[in-house]
């Protein structure tokens, strides 16, 4: 078959809730991906920061079919050992307590969201327990997720939605004053926002919101399923700002293309929250999943990982401010590490799209008008050149 009838068979048999672009990716190889003909396209996606090492790695291949001879699934019913060893790693990473694995980022809000409702009724009985989020928040597409996320195309066509939940205006500590209510039990955050447009939290922000959920012994909820594992240039981006959360949030890159998340608390919330029977999941860390996840936290060690994002993020930066110098309509840079926005006042998805289709370089949007860079964490300065090349071509035919 050729790409005409393969695309013409997926809009026959899928359901058509994205608008793909005309490409279909074959295999990868390190930084690069490769079309059915065998095209190289430069990433800088990463599957939405999920391929924190790229493709082919063979460490990470070695050991999971290495476990998938060995087993892939037992059920929760029973201990298994990848697990056992992935949760111990994963609380040293993020200095969290205790950890309850999922299959996707949205599932691991719904238990972060289920914690603390269940964490107020513990200390305080019954009550329609609030939990304030913020606007141009993304946390997910299950109903729980939808609720706290702070776009309404996407959450209108599915009201009513969980009740009790406030939106404030993220890094606005007085409206996150005027939200909050007796019965406010958590406030929850992206540490930087990724899909509303690359917005890190103030540290000040931040700060305050602490004090404030230990003043009012209420869950600072941070969801770091984008902005952790690596990206920002620490293990997770809540470590640059001097505070901690009640809970965590983790998947997109902590299994490296197995689906797999987590939600992790503290010892102080875990000992007031969840019990036996309160939750659970069939595959949430099976054998396979959680082998993933153990290797990419052996592999952070192993290839120093963070400080190598901390170097080549402030390489990848002065070449996008040179783009903000440069052209007109680049009007700013903003994000951390390497994640990385560019606001463009031209149509981003002509950007991204002429970018995919003509010079090969895979590239993201967020919000409506941000250009969005997720490279593997891996990728070099070389690749940063490329990619500076690539995209100046792109942008200089919008001149
Ligand atoms: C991607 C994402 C989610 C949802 O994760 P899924 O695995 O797609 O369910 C939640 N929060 C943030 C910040 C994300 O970037």
């Known amino acids: 078959m050729n790409k ?7 809009e026959n048999n899928l359901l058509h809730v994205y608008n793909r672009f005309p490409v279909i990716f074959d295999y990868g190889k390190g930084v690069h991906l490769y079309d059915e003909l065998d095209q190289e396209y430069l990433d800088f996606a990463s ?27 037992t059920s929760n019913l029973y201990y298994h050992i990848p697990m056992i060893e992935a949760a111990e ?22 238990g972060a969201l289920k914690t603390a409702k269940k964490y107020a009724y513990t200390r ?20 729980g997720s939808l609720s706290v996320t702070g776009t309404d195309h996407y959450r209108e066509p599915f009201y009513p939605l969980m009740s009790g939940v406030k939106f404030a205006t993220f890094n606005d500590f007085g409206s996150v004053l005027a939200n909050l209510s007796d019965n406010t039990c958590a406030i929850i955050m992206e540490t930087v926002q990724g899909e509303g447009g690359l917005y890190p939290a103030d540290k000040e922000f931040l700060q ?25 240039g620490s293990m997770y981006a809540f470590q640059q700002y001097g505070i901690k959360p009640d809970i965590l949030t983790t998947a997109k890159a902590l299994g490296n293309g197995v689906p797999v998340g987590a939600f992790c608390v503290t010892d102080k919330v875990a000992e007031q929250s969840l019990v036996p029977g309160d939750h659970g999941t069939t595959y949430g860390g099976n054998p396979l999943c959680a082998t993933a996840v153990s290797q990419v936290f052996d592999m952070f060690q192993e290839y120093k990982l963070t400080e190598h994002v901390q170097e080549i993020a402030a390489y990848l930066e002065d070449v996008l401010d040179v783009f903000v110098n440069k052209y007109d309509f680049v009007t700013e840079r903003r994000g951390m590490g390497l994640m990385q926005g560019l606001v463009l006042t031209i149509p981003v998805k002509d950007v991204v799209s002429k970018a995919l289709l003509e010079e090969h370089l895979v590239v993201l949007s967020a919000g409506k008008d941000v250009l969005r860079l997720l490279p593997p964490l891996v990728i070099t300065e070389q690749d940063v050149d490329v990619f500076k090349e690539k995209l100046e071509r792109v942008f200089d035919s919008f001149l």
């Not at 005409?4 to 997926?10: D, G, H, M, P, R």
């Not at 399923?225 to 920002?232: E, L």
């Open 208 to 232: 305050k919101v602490r004090q404030l959920c230990d003043d009012e012994g209420i869950l600072l909820i941070l969801d770091e399923i984008q902005c952790g594992m690596g990206r920002t």
């Open 4 to 10: 005409k009838e393969y695309i013409e068979k997926a």
């Open 47 to 73: 599957g939405i920061g999920v391929m924190a090492f790229g493709y082919g790695n063979e460490d990470y291949e070695d050991a999971l079919i290495t476990q998938l001879k060995r087993i892939t699934h």
């Open 89 to 110: 790693k994963l609380s040293k990473a993020s200095g969290m307590d205790k950890v309850f694995f999922t299959n996707s980022g949205a599932e691991a809000i719904e």
């Open 124 to 143: 305080r009985g019954a009550g329609d327990y609030e939990i304030i989020a913020m606007e141009n928040s993304f946390h997910g597409r299950t109903v």
